[in-house]
């Protein structure tokens, strides 16, 4: 059930109501207060929050201290039930700032404020909404916007142009929408970004079960969006686009879809949106031998339900974010399980990685005003910009490769102690999984113990060595064959392969896939020189690994898109294209700041961060606030009409 701002009226008892408190985020509860009161003597008493601990959310605040906040909650609540449930007035914005600090429990820089605000989406009103309203509406219905793939970001594109009344087709290879929350049902499959921020602002969602939902319950969450806002009628299913190819002369795309029976159709369109995602097209080993192997082979992005595992001696090949969570999902089940890792994962200790969402908590968000907002102020806080930190090399650092710099190194102190108290006395073990590369080299992963508790059974076996090739009956390492009944590819995506396998042809027969070559990269993620009229949403150097969640991005990308197609439909123009130079621009700055991450190190090996050329290319390093800034308020001048005949604004 997805309110936003449609709170429920509180009919319940004082006793209720104080049980329920009992359940949430106090500094949040006192935020929502603030809100409901208009009142901020409440941030201002001798209770305040202490410490800001990432997935805590209760500020450090000891239990006398809770409970004294918490009393004093309940007695405003209760005044504002008894009193009618009199609409929040809009606090000052010397207030809300004052509210993120207390939550913070540091002063929240100006400059975040309006980014917290837009996300938290408070009043309800959608500030991120695109609208375009520069048109008579026979102009309006007479554009065409095709978006590719029904993803999160497919989905979000088709209800901003829906609000904007701008007709659109969306094109899905699949039956259903979700993408990577269809595609993805392996065991333990879930999100491991906290799911209340994990999901659109304009559409919070206060019935998730867990803090990290699995993934029946976020594609549920997407399919119930997409029925809400209507946009089914809009999709075409289980249809692939093959190629696109810009028309010069009619400065249109054609748009070549593949449908469920195999023909292929031509259509025009005004704008392409390409909503394709990174992680989309599963990463097949070219192991030798692994064709011959007798028993069922399949990626955990292709999960094989029909496969019973009870009993089976299986072999996880890779171990990376999925292969992290099924590991524990079937290690119980199955009699024996081989993991082969080829390099260890740094993993974040995460108490509510596995915690259902309490009651009180899911009341709270349902009749507190402000209460969803504030806790999702802290989610986004958390995963905002202060990990850059922990990423950015210092040169003369003298602990590389264990670390990046001082702060990287507190962070691995703290990461090393999580595994070792897992790991206990087993040095072989220990060995196997403490990384060799700095804190966040790749993707945190969230743990609670799961993974090394796992690592620890009887029946499960972890081999770092190489694969040296696939037998009929089992995976031959070096020293060993080991013998299994299923082998489950456990190993990521072809995230480089940006937009493949489409054939993209732009201005003047360009091939997009030539132009990228093993370097794909596009301005601000979203437009590329030569391609006019196209747009991308998690396009290439938006992948976050330091932050914030992919729908935050995206929600950032339309921002961006709205705004350009504001300026092109505003200005009489036919296209929208980004100059060579503000692109050339662009990509120089953007990989001489990934250069110096430790996702660039040459310590942190296989990963997909990096392409074949050994630099990143799929990473976004931006602050979250310069990158929402950059796409909420894009300047155009970098930008030419009309193939350039039209000086830009
Ligand atoms: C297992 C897993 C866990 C993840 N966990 C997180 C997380 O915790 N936090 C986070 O921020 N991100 C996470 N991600 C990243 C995730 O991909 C994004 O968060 C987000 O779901 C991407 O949405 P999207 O719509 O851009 O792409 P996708 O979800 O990949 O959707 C792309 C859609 O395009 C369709 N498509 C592709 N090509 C074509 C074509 N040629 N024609 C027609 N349709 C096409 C696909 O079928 C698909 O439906 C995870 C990814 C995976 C695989």
Redesign the pocket.
Known sequence: MYRGLDLAQITDDDETVAAALEDVSVPALVASVVHLTGDPSYLRGPIRPRAFIPNEFQGSLDQDERAELRRQALEAILAYRDAGFPKPVPLPPEVLRETMSWLACEEVAAEYVPMFMEEMNIDGSDPRRIEIDCLDEATRQSISVVV????????LAGVRLAQAGIPFTI????PDV???????TYPG?R???GNHF?CYSFEPNDSFSEFFSRQPELYRYFRDVMQRWGIAGQVEWR????SLSWDEERALWDVV?RGPDGTERHRDADIVVC??????LPYVPDLPGLSNFDGPVFH??RWDHDVDLAGKRVAMIGAG??GFQVGPAIANEVDHLVVFQRSAQWMAPNAKYREAVGDGVKWAMRHLPGYASWYRFMLLYQASDKALAVVRIDPDWPGLPESANAISEERRKILVGWIEKHVGDDAELLAKVLPDYPPMGKRLLQDDGSWLRCLKRENVEMVRDEIVRIERSGVVTADACHEVDVIVLATG?RANEMLAP?NIVGRGGARLAEQWGVAPAAHLGITVPGFPNLFL??GPGTN?AHA????FH?ECQMQFIGAALRTLLAGGHRSIEVTQKTYDDYVERLQAELAETVWAHPSVRHSWYKGPDGRVHVLSPWRLVDYWRMTKYPDFSGYMFDGGSVPSP
């Open positions: 590719i793939g029904c993803g999160q970001s497919g989905l094109i899905e290879k699949n979700g993408g990577t929350w269809y595609e993805n499959c999100v491991d970004v994990y249809t692939e686009v093959v879809s909503a394709v995602g990174q992680l989309n955990t992005a974010a999925s995506f489409m949403l998690y976050l914030g969640s992919i729908i995206s």
